[in-house]
């Protein structure tokens, strides 16, 4: 058996009695490289799954002769490896709950839906189920290969150590997969970051981000709380997508009447794109009430003072110290000091006073200066958990090894330092904090 497993081409199977509803889904889904196969019916969907090896299967809860929910109850029976997913109207709700219940679906999606959000979904829901394969295809090999073991002749040390050496390439596949698997939301924020940074007018978060968390941990904030904060900063601007050219490029202030009313929508428009996605519902939250004043003049639920959750307080400050100087809130582009000056002075009726206070402080801490500095040219043996990457890092003959921005973790550390020791030549590293 292969260590990597192969994988024949993702099947995904659409089921609707509205025949306008499949063929929009596949017209949707036609260049994503996926076999599509439609059915109008829980019948005729059941024969194609005898039929073919589906990977993700969708379907409606409102159809003749089998409901969505006994449809998927089915599937969940016959064929559990099957990942499940319930395409429903808002009014259906209630019954998607049976549906939850009976047909273990992995995620519901309303009716009308966004067209990214749904490839977004089922791409997620693909590499997941790919994850769980590779995962149990290399704990199968490694029971495999600890029963070949024991076998072996103990004179055969040369055997031995060859056998132990897959084991262990095994075993940390099989940990990466795990890793993999709980990361999947991470890499779901990325998608949505690079999504946004690919709009023309909208910018990386990444610095709002980081300001943001240091000042919810300066501020005493719950951990939990300000790794929400730091990705509430990386999407906050999602809800800005569909907006027009005009209405992300221009101040607020300079915008018209029908914009304006266009613009205050986009907080409830990333609440609603974020909310399903468990780990991302704080950060929803967050990202909803970050437009709020503290004199109740903002938008979109004209929330005041305390009402405003902290985290929202935070993510305003930091988020308008930047858009201060890129002149997205007022005409004028402002200067990093004019900026400073103008949150004083918003103090109490735009801004949280508290809130402006730890930032100006952190500002000026040490900490973030240094993150501040230009890149330091170092080598992987000096590397530390914690770094990021300013530069890509390739082998010495060019080859990319790892893209620039990642962070280091202590796994891909350990990875990067057994790399080094198959070269003679030292890799150069280029990193920022």
Not at 31 to 38: A, C, D, E, N, R
Not at 68 to 97: E, H
Not at 334 to 358: C, H, I, N, P, W
Not at 376 to 399: A, M
Request: glycine share 4%; hydrophobic share 40%; net charge negative.
């Amino acid at each position: 058996m292969n260590a990597v497993l192969q994988h024949e081409q993702a099947q995904i199977l659409f089921v609707d009695d509205e025949r306008p509803i499949l063929n929009s889904l596949n017209r949707l889904f036609r260049s994503t490289g996926y076999k599509i196969h439609l059915a109008n019916s829980g019948a005729e969907a059941l024969t194609l799954l005898a039929e073919e090896k589906i990977d993700i299967v969708i379907s409606d809860m409102r159809m003749p002769a089998m409901d969505g929910a006994a449809f998927l109850s089915t599937v969940a029976k016959q064929w559990p490896a099957t990942v499940r997913m319930l395409l429903t109207g808002y009014a259906d709700l209630s019954s998607a709950i049976e549906a939850i219940n009976q047909g273990e679906i992995s995620r519901y999606l309303t009716k009308p839906w966004d067209d990214s959000d749904i490839i977004i979904c089922v791409e997620q829901a693909l590499q997941n189920k790919r994850l769980l394969e590779e995962k149990a295809h290399l704990e199968l090999l490694n029971a495999q290969q600890n029963e070949e073991l024991s076998i072996l002749n103990e004179s055969l040390e040369k055997k031995v150590e060859e056998r132990t050496r897959e084991i262990e390439f095994a075993r940390q596949r099989t940990a990466e997969a795990h890793d993999l698997l709980k990361s999947g939301y991470a890499a779901t924020i990325e998608v949505f970051s690079r999504i946004v940074q690919s709009r023309s007018g909208l910018t990386s978060r990444a610095s709002v981000a980081l300001d943001s968390r240091a000042v919810g941990q300066n501020m005493g904030l719950d951990k939990n709380i300000c790794e929400s904060l730091y990705n509430a900063a990386l999407l906050c601007d999602i809800g800005k997508l569909g907006l027009s050219d005009e209405s992300v490029q221009l101040p607020y202030t300079c915008l018209e009447a029908n914009s304006q009313r266009e613009y205050q929508r986009h907080p409830i428009v990333a609440e609603a794109t974020l909310l399903s996605l468990e780990p991302l519902s704080q950060a929803a939250i967050t990202i909803r009430h970050h437009c709020e004043r503290m004199d109740g003049t903002g938008f979109p639920d004209q929330m005041s003072a305390e009402q405003i959750p902290m985290s929202s307080r935070i993510l305003a400050v930091t988020k308008a110290y930047i858009d201060l100087q890129d002149g997205r809130i007022i005409s004028e582009r402002l200067t990093a000091a004019e900026a400073r000056k103008y949150l004083l002075k918003e103090s109490g009726k735009r801004y949280d006073g508290q809130v402006v206070t730890q930032f100006l402080a952190w500002l000026d801490n040490p900490k973030r200066t240094a993150n501040d500095l230009a890149e330091r040219k170092t080598c992987i043996n000096s590397l530390r958990q914690g770094n990021r990457l300013s530069r890509d890092i390739c082998d010495p003959s060019g080859v990319l090894i790892i893209a620039k921005d990642k962070v280091i973790s202590d796994s891909l550390l350990l990875k990067l330092t057994q790399l080094q020791q198959s070269f003679e030549e030292e890799i150069t590293v280029y990193i920022r904090g």
